[in-house]
C-alpha cells in the first residue's frame, strides 16, 4: 500500500507547501464495519472503496498517502485473489502510498505474502480500533519523513554539473563520467561535434577536481597562427623574436597548479605536437630563445570535433600524443541524438533570453515542438541557441512559432517510415513523459498537471517506460 506522500507533499523542494489535510483510502465492502472506521478515523479524510475497481478508481482521484485494505474483496470475499490483485494495482500506480492490510484471524501466511509484495504493514482481525489506528497513524509520519528524504535527496542532486542540461541517457552518461575522472589527476580528451559542450565538460572536470581554486586556462589551437601558438603555449625570452621586448610566461605556465584546457587538439601542427608530447612525458617547458627547464604541475584536458584515428592514419596527428592525452575520453553526443534534450533546452533558452530582453514569452505551439524534435541541428546546442535567442527577439506573438524559429515543420511521412499506431503511441508517450518532467524541474506536481494526469498515473508510466522513478 505504497505511499503517494507526494499526493500533499511534493517531491520538489520549490513546490505547495504540505497540506494540512491527511487522505485516508479504506478499502472494504462491510458496511458496518466502514461506519465503525469512519467514526474512529475522523480526524482524517476518509474515502471509502468496496472493490478493486472502486478502490483503483479513489486511488487516482484523491491519491491517498495511506490506504487500509482488506484482502477479502468481492467477487473472492471469502479468498485473498482480489485483494492480492488490489495490492499490486496500487502499488503499480502509486509505489509510495503505504499500504496496511487486514487479515483474517490467524492468517500470517497470507499477512506476510502482502508485506513481501510491498504492503507497508498488515493487521488482523478482529478489529480493534485503537490499535489500528496507531498503525495508519505512523504510516502517516513514516510516509512525510520519507517525502522529506526524497525532496532533499532531489534538491542535492538535480544539477550534477554545473551549466549543464540534458535528460537524455548519452548526456547522464557523460556526466557520470566526468564526476568520476574529475578527481583523478589524469590527462582527459572530450570529444564531439561544434556546438555539443566540450568547453562545459572541460570546466566540470576542474570545477570538481582538488585544482578547482586554482586557474583554469582555455586556449584554442585552431584560432591561432601556427607561427604564434608556440610562443602562446611555451612563453618566449626577451629578444627571442622580433618584438620579443621581454620575459613572457606561456599558457602552461600560467595554468601552473590549474588545469591547461586544449581545445581543437586535431588543429595543432606536427611540429608543435612534438613538444607538447615532451612536455607531458617530462613535466617541464623550455620558453623559446630559452634554455632553462621549467617545472609545472598542470592538469591537461584536451577537446576536438575531429576523429583523432583518421588524422593518424593520414599523418596528420601523433600516435603516441594521442595515446598521452586519452587517458581517459569523454564522449558527447550531438543534439539530434539527445533524446528529449532538444525541448528541454528550449523551453530554458526562451526563459533566459526572454528575461534578459524584456519579452514575456509564454512557450512554443506545437508545430514549433515538432520542428524542433524533427530538425537535424549540425550546428548543435550553439545553434539552438542563436536560433531561440533571435526568435525570442523578433517573434510578435506570445507562443513562438515554427516559422519564428525559422526552421520547417515536417509531413507525417518525411522519413519515410511506416510506424504502427502502438509504437507512434509508445514514442510519443516516452517523449512527453521525458519533457514534462524535465521542464517542471522534478516537481511531480506540475508534471503531473503538464500531462492532464494523477500522480498515481505518473508513476505508472514512467515505470512503464523504464525512465526510472520520479523520486530518485
Same mark, same amino acid.
Given at each position: 500500500?505504497?505511499?503517494?506522500?507526494?499526493?500533499?507533499?511534493?517531491?520538489?523542494?520549490?513546490?505547495?507547501?504540505?497540506?494540512?489535510?491527511?487522505?485516508?483510502?479504506?478499502?472494504?465492502?462491510?458496511?458496518?464495519?466502514?461506519?465503525?472506521?469512519?467514526?474512529?478515523?475522523?480526524?482524517?479524510?476518509?474515502?471509502?472503496?468496496?472493490?478493486?475497481?472502486?478502490?483503483?478508481?479513489?486511488?487516482?482521484?484523491?491519491?491517498?498517502?495511506?490506504?487500509?485494505?482488506?484482502?477479502?474483496?468481492?467477487?473472492?470475499?471469502? *479468498? #485473498? /485473489? $482480489? !485483494?492480492?490483485?488490489?495490492?499490486?494495482?496500487?502499488? =503499480?500506480?502509486?509505489?509510495?502510498?503505504?499500504?496496511?492490510?487486514?487479515?483474517?484471524?490467524?492468517?500470517?501466511?497470507?499477512?506476510?505474502?502482502?508485506?513481501?509484495?510491498?504492503?507497508?504493514?498488515?493487521?488482523?482481525?478482529?478489529?480493534?480500533?485503537?490499535?489500528?489506528?496507531?498503525?495508519?497513524?505512523?504510516?502517516?509520519?513514516?510516509?512525510?519523513?520519507?517525502?522529506?528524504?526524497?525532496?532533499?535527496?532531489?534538491?542535492?542532486?538535480?544539477?550534477?554539473?554545473?551549466?549543464?542540461? *540534458? #535528460? /537524455? $541517457? !548519452?548526456?547522464?552518461?557523460?556526466?557520470?563520467?566526468? =564526476?568520476?575522472v574529475a578527481p583523478l589527476d589524469v590527462t582527459v580528451l572530450v570529444l564531439g561535434e561544434s556546438g555539443t559542450g566540450k568547453e562545459l565538460f572541460a570546466r566540470a572536470v576542474h570545477d570538481l577536481s582538488p585544482r578547482a581554486d586554482r586557474r583554469f586556462v582555455a586556449i584554442n589551437c585552431a584560432a591561432i597562427?601556427?607561427?604564434?601558438?608556440?610562443?602562446?603555449?611555451?612563453?618566449?625570452?626577451?629578444?627571442?623574436?622580433?618584438?620579443?621586448?621581454?620575459?613572457?610566461?606561456?599558457?602552461?605556465? #600560467?595554468? $601552473? !597548479?590549474?588545469?591547461?584546457?586544449?581545445?581543437?587538439?586535431?588543429?595543432?601542427?606536427?611540429?608543435?605536437?612534438?613538444?607538447?608530447?615532451?612536455?607531458?612525458?617530462?613535466?617541464?617547458?623550455?620558453?623559446?630563445?630559452?634554455?632553462?627547464?621549467?617545472?609545472?604541475?598542470?592538469?591537461?584536458?584536451?577537446a576536438t570535433n575531429q576523429d583523432l584515428k583518421e588524422l593518424i592514419d593520414n599523418n596528420a596527428f601523433r600516435e603516441d600524443l594521442f595515446y598521452r592525452i586519452s587517458e581517459v575520453t569523454v564522449d558527447l553526443p550531438p543534439l539530434r541524438e539527445r533524446e528529449g534534450d532538444v525541448v528541454v533546452l528550449a523551453?530554458?533558452?526562451?526563459?533566459?533570453?526572454?528575461?534578459?530582453?524584456?519579452?514575456?514569452?509564454?512557450?512554443?505551439?506545437?508545430?514549433?515542438?515538432?520542428?524542433?524534435?524533427?530538425?537535424?541541428?549540425?550546428?548543435?546546442?550553439?545553434?539552438?541557441?542563436?536560433?531561440?535567442?533571435?526568435?525570442?527577439?523578433?517573434?510578435?506573438?506570445?507562443?513562438?512559432?515554427?516559422?519564428?524559429?525559422?526552421?520547417?515543420?515536417?509531413?507525417?511521412d518525411d522519413d519515410g517510415l511506416m510506424l504502427n499506431l502502438r509504437t507512434v503511441r509508445s514514442r510519443a508517450e516516452r517523449n512527453a513523459l521525458q519533457q514534462a518532467l524535465a521542464i517542471a524541474d522534478g516537481n511531480i506536481s506540475k508534471a503531473a498537471e503538464t500531462l492532464g494526469v494523477s500522480r498515481p498515473?505518473?508513476?505508472?508510466?514512467?515505470?512503464?517506460?523504464?525512465?526510472?522513478?520520479?523520486?530518485?
Amino acid at each position: 500500500m505504497g505511499l503517494m506522500s507526494e499526493t500533499v507533499t511534493p517531491l520538489h523542494p520549490a513546490a505547495e507547501p504540505v497540506a494540512e489535510t491527511r487522505s485516508l483510502l479504506i478499502v472494504e465492502d462491510d458496511k458496518g464495519l466502514q461506519k465503525q472506521l469512519k467514526w474512529c478515523f475522523s480526524d482524517y479524510e476518509v474515502v471509502f472503496a468496496s472493490d478493486r475497481e472502486t478502490a483503483i478508481a479513489q486511488l487516482r482521484r484523491h491519491e491517498p498517502v495511506v490506504v487500509l485494505q482488506d484482502l477479502g474483496l468481492p467477487p473472492d470475499a471469502e *479468498g #485473498v /485473489s $482480489e !485483494g492480492f490483485a488490489t495490492l499490486r494495482e496500487t502499488l =503499480e500506480l502509486a509505489p509510495h502510498t503505504k499500504v496496511i492490510v487486514v487479515t483474517g484471524n490467524h492468517d500470517k501466511h497470507n499477512a506476510v505474502k502482502a508485506v513481501g509484495m510491498g504492503a507497508y504493514d498488515f493487521y488482523s482481525k478482529p478489529v480493534d480500533t485503537d490499535v489500528l489506528a496507531l498503525l495508519v497513524d505512523r504510516a502517516f509520519h513514516i510516509a512525510e519523513l520519507e517525502a522529506q528524504n526524497r525532496r532533499l535527496a532531489a534538491a542535492s542532486g538535480s544539477a550534477p554539473i554545473e551549466g549543464i542540461i *540534458g #535528460v /537524455s $541517457e !548519452g548526456m547522464q552518461k557523460a556526466c557520470r563520467r566526468v =564526476e568520476k575522472v574529475a578527481p583523478l589527476d589524469v590527462t582527459v580528451l572530450v570529444l564531439g561535434e561544434s556546438g555539443t559542450g566540450k568547453e562545459l565538460f572541460a570546466r566540470a572536470v576542474h570545477d570538481l577536481s582538488p585544482r578547482a581554486d586554482r586557474r583554469f586556462v582555455a586556449i584554442n589551437c585552431a584560432a591561432i597562427p601556427e607561427n604564434l601558438l608556440e610562443s602562446e603555449l611555451f612563453g618566449y625570452e626577451k629578444g627571442a623574436f622580433t618584438g620579443a621586448h621581454k620575459r613572457t610566461p606561456g599558457k602552461i605556465e #600560467v595554468a $601552473e !597548479g590549474g588545469t591547461l584546457f586544449l581545445d581543437e587538439i586535431g588543429d595543432m601542427p606536427l611540429a608543435l605536437q612534438a613538444k607538447l608530447l615532451r612536455f607531458l612525458q617530462e613535466r617541464v617547458v623550455e620558453r623559446l630563445g630559452g634554455r632553462e627547464e621549467i617545472p609545472v604541475d598542470v592538469r591537461v584536458v584536451c577537446a576536438t570535433n575531429q576523429d583523432l584515428k583518421e588524422l593518424i592514419d593520414n599523418n596528420a596527428f601523433r600516435e603516441d600524443l594521442f595515446y598521452r592525452i586519452s587517458e581517459v575520453t569523454v564522449d558527447l553526443p550531438p543534439l539530434r541524438e539527445r533524446e528529449g534534450d532538444v525541448v528541454v533546452l528550449a523551453h530554458l533558452l526562451l526563459d533566459r533570453y526572454g528575461l534578459e530582453h524584456g519579452q514575456n514569452r509564454r512557450g512554443y505551439s506545437a508545430d514549433a515542438l515538432h520542428a524542433l524534435e524533427a530538425y537535424d541541428w549540425p550546428g548543435n546546442v550553439r545553434e539552438l541557441e542563436n536560433k531561440v535567442k533571435t526568435a525570442a527577439i523578433m517573434a510578435e506573438g506570445g507562443l513562438l512559432n515554427a516559422d519564428d524559429l525559422g526552421l520547417r515543420v515536417p509531413d507525417d511521412d518525411d522519413d519515410g517510415l511506416m510506424l504502427n499506431l502502438r509504437t507512434v503511441r509508445s514514442r510519443a508517450e516516452r517523449n512527453a513523459l521525458q519533457q514534462a518532467l524535465a521542464i517542471a524541474d522534478g516537481n511531480i506536481s506540475k508534471a503531473a498537471e503538464t500531462l492532464g494526469v494523477s500522480r498515481p498515473t505518473l508513476y505508472g508510466l514512467v515505470e512503464r517506460h523504464g525512465l526510472g522513478k520520479p523520486a530518485e
